[in-house]
């Protein structure tokens, strides 16, 4: 699976739009980005996975650039609720396959009030 | 949907006992399972992935004997450290997977075992 890369941390304020940055400049064309987040204590949660194309579902938003080398995660208002350690994974997905997530250091968000 | 429960959330035992951790998926089929450990201020580390009804598949550097796990139904999987020392004192978590489209990972939310 792909490396990648993020900030150690990063701040937000309440009610503000976050963006947590990710690269993975060596991601191979069957690859999907996934993103997790994981508060404090608690198991990861997942967010949403995407292969090219922008996502979005009720918790954020997905934008992968073109080259798919980078992608942005977006949390359109965020609450205190979200600051959590967020990790962009890089893998295959196949139907009946059950590849392992390898999980790196992620960035904290901290939402400020 | 996709609810995975573990349990005990927390567990402290004295060292050279055995400590069982059991992980369900509530309200799903899970063809795997996966197990990873978590210990303070660093990342998730995957020891050992399940199949129903086979033998786990370890990672490399995980002792097979110390952690035993059993994946005996598709929807639990239990986790075994056997003669627990301190240095196993951790964040263990596991997580399902339905085995569908895009297999997403759906994690428990994870036992905190202290060896005194």
């Known amino acids: 699976d792909a490396k990648t890369t993020q900030p150690p941390s990063m701040d937000c304020a309440e009610g503000r739009a976050a963006n947590l940055p990710c690269n993975h400049s060596?991601?191979?064309?069957?690859?999907?980005v996934y993103w997790y987040r994981q508060i404090h204590s608690q198991g990861p949660q997942y967010i949403i996975h995407?292969?090219?194309n922008n996502e979005t579902n009720e918790m954020a938003s997905l934008i992968i650039t073109e080259d798919r080398k980078s992608s942005t995660l977006i949390l359109p208002h965020a609450t205190l609720r979200d600051t959590a350690v967020y990790y962009c994974?890089?893998?295959?997905?196949?139907?009946?396959?059950?590849?392992?997530?390898?999980f790196g250091k992620g960035t904290l968000l901290t939402v400020n009030p | 949907g996709a609810v995975v429960s573990q349990h005990p959330s927390w567990v402290i035992c004295k060292s050279g006992t055995s400590v069982k951790i059991e992980c369900r998926s509530l309200?799903?089929?899970?063809?795997?399972m996966f197990w990873y450990r978590q210990f303070p201020k660093q990342s998730l580390m995957l020891m050992a992935t399940?199949?129903?009804?086979?033998?786990?598949?370890?990672e490399q550097g995980v002792e097979k004997d110390k952690f035993l796990i059993n994946h005996a139904s598709l929807t639990l999987s239990t986790l075994t450290v056997t003669s627990a020392h301190p240095e196993d004192s951790s964040f263990y978590i596991c997580?399902?997977?339905?085995?569908?489209?895009?297999?997403?990972?759906?994690f428990g939310p994870g036992t905190r075992l202290t060896v005194l």
């Open positions: 997580s399902a997977s339905a085995g569908r489209t895009y297999n997403e990972q759906f």
């Open positions: 060596t991601i191979s064309g069957n690859e999907y």
């Open positions: 995407g292969l090219k």
């Open positions: 994974i890089v893998r295959v997905a196949n139907r009946g396959s059950n590849y392992k997530l390898t």
């Open positions: 309200d799903f089929q899970a063809t795997t």
């Open positions: 399940s199949n129903e009804g086979s033998k786990a598949t370890y």
